[in-house]
């Protein structure tokens, strides 16, 4: 009988060991599912590797590439779901899809944190679980025109027909998206505000995306000429593509310029800022917007407050707002921290 008791406790051991061997770690972290609406935009590849590495050693990410497919992410989150996540980080694709999204986190009654492409009001608070993390779109608009007209004023020389009017063209992003749409608003009506007049040349979508911007550019080159005096872009990822066709026609040589401005201050931009080819852009915040994401989704799958530890707020719909920054020449090096 003790002899048999023995070598039950001893399986018992060996069982409780084995047991203990074949749980990997990582197990113990909770499993955030992420979707990116895809990984070929810019300024979203920043966002992504400030998730990744606020994620370190606290969760483990299933992210997903959405290749700009709303019907895929669905697919993507119908997958995360079923496979155990415990929160979701949603950039949608559409930014209409979100209602779609959070019929499917609320049947599953789990918390998702939308960002940067931000669903609308009423729709974000119709789930008391559902938060998002982005920018308050006007306000690069606005610091955008703000810097336009300041360096307008500055360079009479820029106004080369000298007729007392700005003659611009502007690179829309993704129509419908809230950042595209405000940008292209607030930045011509604070260039107004500030007694300048305008004429708009041209105003196309270049869809956030560098070679459709290139296009943009060497057709409108092709058309107006110098006609043009202000290139206006809703993100560097354009501004990039203008840059690259004023170039390839002679621009930025000898006493031919032509002012180009964008929003995000990624690095590409920066060096071009440095080598006197953009007069400027304004900082979109890419760390903190994936630290903020991560942080408040992390939250929420350990049942916590999605603010607990961090030194973010609210506003009246459930969204933590990260500042933008105008960036020129004059304060360069705050930009290039912010991206590191
Ligand atoms: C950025 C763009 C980016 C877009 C993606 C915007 O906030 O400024 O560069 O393409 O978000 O949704």
């Given at each position: 009988m003790k002899k048999l008791v023995a070598v039950l406790l001893i399986m018992m051991m060996v069982f409780s060991l084995t047991a203990c061997a074949s749980e990997p770690e990582a197990d113990a972290l909770p499993t955030i599912g992420v979707t990116i609406y895809k990984y070929d935009d810019n300024f979203m590849s920043f966002v992504r590797r400030a998730i990744e590495t606020a994620a370190v050693d606290k969760a483990t990410l299933d992210m997903s590439d959405s290749q700009n497919s709303q019907a895929t992410q669905n697919d993507q989150v119908d997958t995360m779901i079923s496979k155990g996540a415990k929160a979701l980080a949603i950039n949608l694709v559409d930014p209409q899809a979100a209602e779609t999204i959070i019929s499917k986190a609320q049947a599953a009654d789990l918390p998702v944190v939308f960002f940067n492409k931000e669903p609308e009001a009423s729709v974000l608070a119709s789930y008391d679980r559902a938060w998002y993390v982005g920018?308050?779109?006007?306000?690069?608009?606005?610091?955008?025109?703000?810097?336009?007209?300041?360096?307008?004023?500055?360079?009479?020389?820029?106004?080369?027909?000298?007729?007392?009017?700005?003659?611009?063209?502007?690179?829309?992003?993704?129509?419908?998206?809230?950042?595209?749409?405000?940008?292209?608003?607030?930045?011509?009506?604070?260039?107004?505000?500030?007694?300048?007049?305008?004429?708009?040349?041209?105003?196309?979508?270049?869809?956030?995306?560098?070679?459709?911007?290139?296009?943009?550019?060497?057709?409108?080159?092709?058309?107006?000429?110098?006609?043009?005096?202000?290139?206006?872009?809703?993100?560097?990822?354009?501004?990039?593509?203008a840059v690259q066709s004023l170039n390839a026609a002679g621009y930025f040589a000898a006493d031919k310029f032509m002012p180009v401005v964008g929003v995000d201050a990624i690095p590409d931009v920066l060096e071009e800022i440095k080598a006197g080819r953009m007069i400027g852009t304004v900082l979109n915040d890419a760390k903190n917007q994936g630290s903020a994401s991560f942080d408040l989704a992390y939250n929420v799958a350990m049942g916590k407050d999605p603010l607990e530890g961090t030194s973010w707020t609210f506003d009246d719909n459930k969204s933590v707002r990260v500042p933008y920054v105008g960036v020129t020449i004059d304060n360069i090096e705050f930009a290039e921290e912010a991206y590191k």
């Open positions: 920018t308050a779109s006007a306000e690069a608009g606005i610091i955008q025109g703000e810097l336009v007209s300041e360096q307008w004023k500055a360079n009479p020389d820029w106004d080369r027909n000298g007729d007392g009017v700005m003659s611009y063209v502007l690179m829309k992003g993704e129509p419908g998206h809230p950042d595209a749409e405000a940008r292209t608003k607030f930045v011509i009506e604070t260039i107004v505000a500030n007694g300048i007049e305008v004429e708009e040349l041209e105003l196309q979508t270049g869809m956030w995306d560098t070679t459709k911007g290139k296009e943009l550019m060497d057709a409108w080159i092709s058309k107006h000429g110098d006609a043009i005096e202000m290139v206006i872009a809703n993100n560097d990822g354009m501004a990039l593509g």
